[in-house]
């Protein structure tokens, strides 16, 4: 099993400020089959980013993919209000699939 | 709009079997390409992938809770279903119902709660 590991675990930002959350796995992950989820307190999560950069359907360009092997990047150029959630990791390989634990971005 | 709509018992007895639906709306579950997937959250807690099922009918299971799932799916009704046997409290959770292609999850349903409890 991938093991996927995020970190910071809580990131402390003011609005307008640049979020940079990172993703590590266990064992390559191949990009296209790295996501980002953005949930919201009550919500289900939201799917941000797939293939590792690509953008999903009504996602704003501040929000950005990087990253290859074992070590992908989510991030977010200027915090807006809306934006202060968690956001988590995924990788799907060999029909298994797993998150990870997640980073919470807060208001400072 | 493709919606997915968890409906089940919110309270299930240690030793029990918990059984929840998803509804699909908005598009057939007989398309190809994707496959329709449980995801659930223990109170607080992270994610947990439990598990998918093809329009196939092939089914790809958490190795670790493997032994005590089964997801089928009803074509005719355009819903797909989750058990999950032998509960325990470490299986309180929201549980999640999404659908899944190339591996990513999009959209999700609301999610429901469901407690074990006696």
């Known amino acids: 099993e991938i093991v996927l590991t995020q970190s910071p675990g809580t990131l402390s930002l003011s609005p307008g400020e640049r979020a940079t959350l990172s993703c590590r796995a266990s064992q390559s992950v191949s990009s296209s089959y790295l996501a980002w989820y953005q949930q919201k307190p009550g919500q289900a999560p939201r799917l941000l980013i797939y293939g590792a950069s690509s953008r999903a359907t009504g996602i704003p360009d501040r929000f950005s993919g990087s990253g290859s092997g074992t070590d992908f990047t989510l991030t977010i150029s200027r915090l807006e209000p809306e934006d202060f959630a968690v956001y988590y990791c995924?990788?799907?390989?060999?029909?298994?699939?797993?998150f990870g634990g997640g980073t919470k971005v807060e208001i400072k | 709009q493709l919606q997915l709509q968890e409906s089940g018992s919110g309270l299930v007895k240690p030793s029990q079997t918990l059984s929840l639906t998803c509804a699909v709306s908005?598009?057939?579950?007989?398309?190809?390409?994707?496959?329709w997937s449980w995801i659930r959250q223990p109170p607080g807690k992270g994610l947990e992938w439990i598990g998918y099922i093809y329009h196939s009918g092939s089914t790809y299971y958490n190795p670790s809770l493997k032994s005590r799932v089964t997801i089928s799916v009803d074509r005719s009704k355009n819903q797909f279903s989750l058990k999950l046997s032998s509960v325990t409290a470490a299986d309180t959770a929201v549980y999640y119902c999404a659908r899944q292609r190339a591996g990513q999850f999009d959209p999700w349903g609301q999610g429901t709660l469901v407690t074990v409890s006696s």
């Open positions: 908005g598009g057939s579950i007989s398309s190809g390409g994707y496959s």
């Open positions: 995924q990788q799907y390989g060999s029909s298994a699939l797993t």
